[in-house]
């Protein structure tokens, strides 16, 4: 089944003057570049058609959906760094950028509906959502939005330091970036707390030494 509105419904049925917000991050699985999260208040009488988890779409679907909802929709994007991932590990970062994603909206909501089973510490109530991307459009939309911020940073690393693959592969570990690691060498976007990139160097300084 298609995500639906349901529980956004029942909300402002009982809470009129109520915001709610869905909040999604993408960039958990990669091995270099932030995590990305987004926020995201739909407006019930503007809903674009064919929202749903971004994985389930196209990058071109996505890139259309992202662009109506800048249109339609309140939204909030927030990130953690590398220095972050590495120093709080990737679960705690990823919540670090949804608490910022929600505190970069136009106006604090009254419900972060969040996808997953993890509260991040936000400034409302939280329910989280098991697949909740998948499920629900609020977080639908979250998804999509931060599924496309995320590339568009990963493809501006790219052309930083070309040779990764960053462009097609996000930053994940391909066969194609492993290959480059060994080539090209560590890069300051690589999160150095991932198991792959953490052997590499150790590998390196046990040459070195």
């Known amino acids: 089944m298609p995500p639906d509105f349901s529980r956004e419904q029942k909300f402002y049925e009982i809470n009129p003057g109520g915001l709610i917000a869905g909040v999604d991050e993408a960039g958990r699985g990669p091995w270099a570049g932030p995590v990305v999260a987004a926020a995201v208040i739909l407006d019930p009488r503007a809903i674009p058609a064919g929202l749903n988890d971004s994985k389930k779409l196209s990058a071109a679907r996505r890139q259309a959906l992202f662009a109506q909802l800048q249109s339609c929709a309140r939204i909030g994007v927030g990130q953690a760094s590398v220095a972050e991932i590495d120093a709080m590990n990737i679960l705690n970062a990823s919540l670090l950028a949804m608490a910022r994603a929600v505190r970069a ?56 330091f070309p040779g990764y693959g960053w462009k097609s592969n996000q930053g994940y570990g391909t066969r194609m970036h492993q290959s480059s690691l060994i080539r090209l060498g560590v890069t300051p976007h690589h999160r150095r707390s991932f198991r792959p990139i953490h052997k590499m160097l150790c590998l390196d300084n046990s040459v070195t030494h």
């Open 105 to 160: 909206l136009p106006e604090t909501p009254a419900l972060g509906l969040v996808d997953g089973n993890r509260k991040p510490q936000l400034s409302c109530p939280v329910t989280t959502i098991i697949g909740g991307d998948a499920r629900c459009l609020s977080i639908s939309a979250a998804s999509i939005i931060a599924k496309v911020t995320r590339d568009a940073i990963m493809h501006h690393l790219d052309t930083e």
